[in-house]
């Protein structure tokens, strides 16, 4: 928790920037502004939570409270455009003249059919199911996006997640995240509905297919065991992402430049036609980025595409999705021994030679047909690539040899939902398919053609679920169970071990049941709780503990007990308060673990593989908390905080006699706060200061005070500028207060080595659209 001194120093800074804002205040120009507000409710006029209304050319919105209310403020005079949209209804389009303030209020009408929404939809959560979620829109989104890794956005805008960059400079290069101290490997990411996880590590990489953020529409984050879903199991928690939306009314074209300290560039272009006269709409995306890092040697060259296409029937919708990206990273995945930071922090131990050559594509085909009434049935099928070399430089005796360790992947997958509401009654059901090929390769540089080892893998699963919810008076019932069925082959290469070395196939199946209650305490607030649980098989590094298959790891791969499937039970309880000018999300969890595969704090000698290991009996315990407040009419405040406690029941090292009782968890801080304070000072000026904490925590398994990661505090502030109503100029000024801070590390020989964070750097980017 904090002490005195940190506690003093926070406020200082605290009090800089408020004063900040507040001069900006005092300085605010005399523009005209009003304030639009009214009620949304369905044509049986009942009011309808989590409606949006949006004024596109402001790009101002608000959602709707449990009443149907909502509220939107510093609209300048003059004639805008109202969008109403809420999921499963029509959407309403008004223009408007506001020379005062102005009461609106809508009714929608049911769709005959759901168009884009419904590929979603099966495996997200309603905004009154009892599961610990958050749903970001892109108005929200944008308000801190400015081109980095997409789990940074996550990270400021929603609770529990914490993120790494290997470059240091929250943009470029490799990035890993955690969710309530839990890694990445253990979060299901999908895209529509497709898992973006690689099968065999269980991880994503957006570094491979980077300004993926730029082509989103939404995204939800659910924290704990959450709704069924499809690919990795949902264990710590789930993000599932949709695309940009096609079927909007105008054609759309947005260029734009950003550029910044340690030689940061971007540029990227975007089109979006609308819907055509044949019933067709098209969107694409494709942008550059460079920056030489924060690190030596820590630099990315990248490039990414993505684009969709659709048709919108009366009846039936077919839409084509897909991204490509191909990065170069010098690699800097190595923490840097304590004692090289104090020297130069701009150390990276990594090899200058070792330069990445990396990619990853998806395309995804889905058909919805809509039954009459409120009826649907969504089919898709998605092909997923990914591979490239990946070097390993190191002195052998006074020779520099480089081993690369290339890898292919080949994903193959089918899924079908059909979704369908009936009164109260809300209910869902759906199978989803895959086969995954994995082909591991390691060569002496510059020995390309001839291979030293070289294995293949291939995991395949079957999975189905079905979901319901049931609302009586204030009271929703929801319940939701998936089965998992799932089987995974690793083949050794016979000429590096011998051709008598067979493993056995890994088979596996979980039924991971949930359920849960919502109570409606008023118009505004309601209280839910609910029960999951989840199972998880182990991925191959958890398997291997090393690159390959080899004589140290051949008995343990063929003992099918050797490395356990784990499991949780998680147990959430939570109250949410939705006003127009006041939300709060408040939840408390704790999740019962079985065999958690844990991080003991030891990696495999190149350090890019972290080793795991079964634990018997551990739990993690804590209280999540995010708000959104209006303070005064041109000044909002936002933020999240996480107070947590993770515990591993004992540990014994192996080869010793001594047994460590009630560990703390590695990686698992007890504090993460943040707080954005936002002043709309114009229609054409905007402020922005955001502040991160995030406590101390251990980094082995035996909670050595000498290996730990320490806590922070730092500082961020943005300004925004629109002009000439299709321009706009934002800079982002980072780590204002020059800390030095490190997000991850792990224990190096007899000291701490750590991921430094870059000191002050900003970005300033410039978007035109036409």
Known sequence: MFNLQTTTKMLKKITKCVAIIWMCIATNAAVAQYTLSGKITDNQNEPLLGANVYLPELEKGAATDASGNYRIDDITAGSHQIKVTFVGFDEVLKQVNFSKNMILDFTLSPKTFQSEEVTVRAIRAESLAPITQQTLNQVEINEVFNGQDGAFVLETLTPSIQVNSDAGTRFTNYGSMRLRGISQKRINITLNGVPLNDMMDQGVYFSNFTDFTNSIESVQVQRGVGTSTNGTASYAGSISYE??????????????????SFNTWQGSAEVKTGLLENKTAFYARMSKTYSDGYRYHSGTDSYSMFFSGG????????KVTGFLGKTKNDLAYSPV???LIQQDPKTNVNSSNDNDDFGQSLLQVEHAHFFSGQKSITSSVYYGA??????YGYDDEGTFTQINYPLYNDHFGAMSYYNEQAGNLDWSAGVHAYTFLRENIEQIVPNYTDPYYQDQSTKNEISVFAKASYQLNNLTAFADVQARFVSLDMEPDPEFLGSDQTIPTYNWQFLNPKV??????NNWSNVYASFGRSGREPNRGDYLGDTQINAGNIDLLQDQEAV????VNDYELGYRLGRSDFQVNVNAFYMDFENEIAPIGAYIPQYFLQLYENQEDSYRTGIELDWNAKIINPLTFSGNATFMRSIISSYSPEGSTETFEDIKTPYSPEVLLNALLQLKATKWLNFGIHGRYAGKSYTELTNNEDFILPSYFVTNARVNTKFAKNYSFEVEWNNIFNERYYTDGAPSGNEMAFF??????????????F
């Not at 849960?516 to 305490?521: A, D, I, N, P, R």
């Not at 356990?564 to 499991?567: F, I, P, S, T």
């Open 243 to 260: 695309s940009e939306n096609l079927n909007q009314p105008n054609p759309e074209t947005t260029v734009s430049l950003l550029g910044g």
């Open 311 to 318: 048709y919108f029937g009366e009846k039936d919708v077919v």
């Open 337 to 339: 021994p304590l004692s």
């Open 386 to 391: 990914a591979g490239g070399d990946f070097p």
């Open 516 to 521: 849960g209650v919502t109570y409606q305490l």
């Open 564 to 567: 356990q499937a784990e499991y």
């Open 756 to 769: 430094v964070q870059a000191p002050s750097h900003f970005y300033c980017t410039f978007t035109a659209k």
